[in-house]
């Protein structure tokens, strides 16, 4: 059944910003475009009308959401709202931007899937850690809504309160843990004031080790933070204590944080595919180095992921090989969607080198907005995207966005990101090594760290795209990191200005090969079984080690297992080993029972093993039949020792009974 037109309403607010639905119409075909200049007042009638029509509606405006909702009701159909007036509209280069609106308006209707919830409860249990009288002035302010403890972290001259409404002790925290409803503090020099304090608070003797739980901790003590990127740690509160405007926030925030409450699980996590351990052996760590949260903490060969504290950052997601981490806020694949629709859009618009712009809607909305309304706006060739955390973005959509089209590519940050960004720079490396290997020249990605909307601006008119593909693909897929990755890339690579078939890639990357040395390799397969993924495998047939490069991820596992340390890891893509065979790393010819011939080893090794025993050890004297034995499978081996009646015992004096109780009671007794 084929699906309704889309409806698509655009304003122009009042003729501040051009309009061209000609040019939108072709980056939007299948949909029905109306333009107006009021609609939120004068032309709301229009709006009505467009709203009981049902079918797909996507409206052109974000400042009146709220209005437009109201006047939909419920209606059975949501309704898309697309900000191109900040934008777009709003520019000096506003009457060329109408490829982009139409790449806008196609993004904003691709469908976002729903995505899970973690719950967390506070029964309003706070922790107020502070150094002086601010810490208790907090406790007072928040002693009528919350269960208030507070805990002084040096002993001062603090005059204690005429009436105690709140417990009031002294007390360092040692370490922390926990999150939003689920704090464990240990604190020591913990101790209680004695009542009969007068002038100052005197305390009793102090212990070390105190547990603590409480629901929330508003940290006021000016020291180091509690927790690594405490930012972004729920129920965690900090402020200066030297400013009081920070500490009154800091209150505020604190008072309303009792009840039930729902964060997105950011992470789906799924076991079997994570290559972190065998055997107790590591391999994979990226997740591990990467999360700043401390979220992600070892669990036998897997790792476990704490849903609680995870903050979304998404850069495990984006660095793990296998996508045994994978983002839920958007799915990979749902992410590609997007800019696949609003770079084709651009492009059948008559747009020309787009570059992305990746921000996220804390920080990068109101620097946009801000461009918008006090400067010059974005360039008509930069393609905003909102994304949940900047972080979250692996190589798949980069080298995606670059086979649909894009010239360019950036990441905008703030000047002091909130955490360690330490993924999103191996992520670019990655692509940059990529790019320049496929004839994409200048640098093709790069981020804008500036919380300034003129240096915002004056970044982006200053970027010179170089080489772009001719002709922009059209692959649409859905599924996991790693199958995206590998489509985009064959992708890229058969439509790109120079491909080249082998690029080497920074040290770390989750694609690659494995050398051996076959020289000191005995074919164990000792890595054949440590390989989470099957990039290394045997032959049931003949003794040899085959490796399947579409398949490593550099986890290091079957470097980490090897006895004889013959294996090194070299990170590169080559793309050709997506259609190629499994390739024989090592294979020999196996040794033959002399006996039975039975195949029951590698000839190399067993010719070793016979050169290092004949004539060396008492076992296997020259000239002596026994050292036959060596090239002999296990059962003839059996049969071959019976047969000679040979007795590893034979001249070896026998040994003494081994002394007892009863022995030395008898000596003892006989010498009494």
Request: hydrophobic share 40%.
């Amino acid at each position: 059944m084929a699906q309704p037109p889309k409806t698509i309403l655009m304003c122009s607010c009042e003729d501040t910003m051009r309009l061209d639905k000609s040019v939108v119409q072709h980056g939007c075909r299948n949909s029905e475009i109306k333009t107006f200049s009021h609609l939120c007042r004068t032309e709301l009638d229009q709006f009505r009308k467009a709203t009981e029509a049902g079918g797909p509606l996507t409206v052109g405006c974000t400042q009146e959401v709220a209005l437009f909702s109201d006047e939909a009701g419920e209606r059975s159909q949501g309704i898309d709202f697309v900000n191109l007036r900040e934008t777009a509209g709003w520019s000096t280069e506003g009457a060329q931007a109408g490829p982009k609106m139409a790449g806008l308006l196609a993004a904003a209707a691709e469908p976002v899937s729903d995505f899970p919830l973690v719950g967390l409860s506070s029964e309003g249990v706070v922790l107020i850690y502070g150094r002086d009288e601010s810490a208790i002035e907090a406790g007072k302010l928040l002693a009528d809504h919350l269960d208030v403890t507070v805990m002084i972290t040096r002993s001062q001259q603090i005059v204690p309160p005429s009436a105690t409404s709140f417990p009031i002790v002294k007390g360092t925290i040692r370490s922390a843990r926990g999150y939003l409803g689920a704090f464990e503090l240990v604190s020591d020099d913990y101790a209680a004031p004695r009542p009969s304090s007068r002038d100052a608070f005197i305390f009793e003797p102090p212990r070390h080790g105190a547990t603590s739980r409480c629901d929330l901790v508003l940290d006021l003590s000016g020291g180091p933070p509690l927790f690594p990127a405490h930012d972004l740690r729920d129920g965690y509160l900090r402020a200066d204590p030297r400013d009081p405007a920070a500490m009154l926030r800091a209150v505020l925030k604190a008072r309303d944080l009792v009840g039930s409450f729902d964060k997105p699980k950011y992470i789906n996590f799924t076991a079997e595919l994570c290559a972190h351990s065998r055997s107790k052996l590591t391999g994979c760590h990226r997740c591990l180095d990467l999360c700043p949260t401390g979220a992600i903490t070892p669990d036998g060969d897997h790792v476990r992921i704490n849903a609680e504290i995870c903050a979304g950052c998404g850069q495990c997601a984006a660095a793990c090989p296998t996508g045994a981490a994978s983002y839920t806020l958007p799915p990979a694949d749902t992410m590609l969607h997007k800019l696949r629709a609003m770079l084709l859009a651009y492009d059948q618009a008559g747009g020309a080198r787009p570059i992305v712009l990746f921000h996220d809607g804390q920080h990068g909305t109101p620097l946009i907005e801000a461009l918008a309304r006090h400067g010059d706006g974005l360039p008509a060739n930069v393609l905003p995207l909102a994304v949940n955390e900047v972080t979250q973005v692996g190589l798949e959509a980069i080298v995606a966005a670059f086979a649909y089209g894009a010239a360019g590519l950036r990441f905008l940050l703030r000047s002091k990101p909130m955490h360690d960004i330490a993924g999103l720079s191996q992520t670019i490396a990655m692509a940059d090594a990529i790019l320049s290997g496929l004839g994409f020249s200048g640098p093709a990605v790069a981020t804008i760290e500036t919380d300034d909307p003129d240096a915002l601006g004056e970044t982006l008119r200053g970027i010179e795209t170089g080489a772009a593909v001719e002709r922009p693909s059209t692959f649409k897929t859905v599924g996991k990191r790693r199958d995206l990755l590998r489509f985009a890339l064959t992708e890229l690579h058969r439509i790109a200005p120079a491909p080249a078939d082998v690029i080497a890639l920074p040290e770390g990357a989750p694609i690659g090969a494995i050398s051996v040395d076959v020289g000191g390799c005995t074919l164990c397969l000792s890595c054949v079984s440590a390989c989470p993924t099957g990039a290394l495998l045997g032959d049931p047939d003949r003794r040899a080690l085959k490796f399947v490069e579409d398949a490593c991820v550099q986890c290091g596992l079957g470097k980490s297992t090897c006895p004889e340390k013959v294996i090194t890891l070299t990170p590169q893509i080559d793309f050709t080993a997506a259609r190629a065979r499994p390739r024989i790393l090592k294979e020999e010819e196996p040794a033959l029972c002399i006996r039975c011939s039975k195949p029951f080893g590698v000839k190399s090794t067993i010719d070793k093993v016979a050169a290092k025993l004949e004539g060396r050890h008492w076992m296997f004297p020259s000239g002596n039949t026994r050292a036959d034995a060596i090239r002999m499978c296990a059962d003839c081996r059996v049969i071959a020792m019976s047969e000679q009646q040979f007795d590893p015992f034979a001249g070896v004096p026998e040994r003494s009974s081994p002394r007892t109780s009863e022995d030395y009671l008898r000596e003892r007794d006989a010498e009494g």
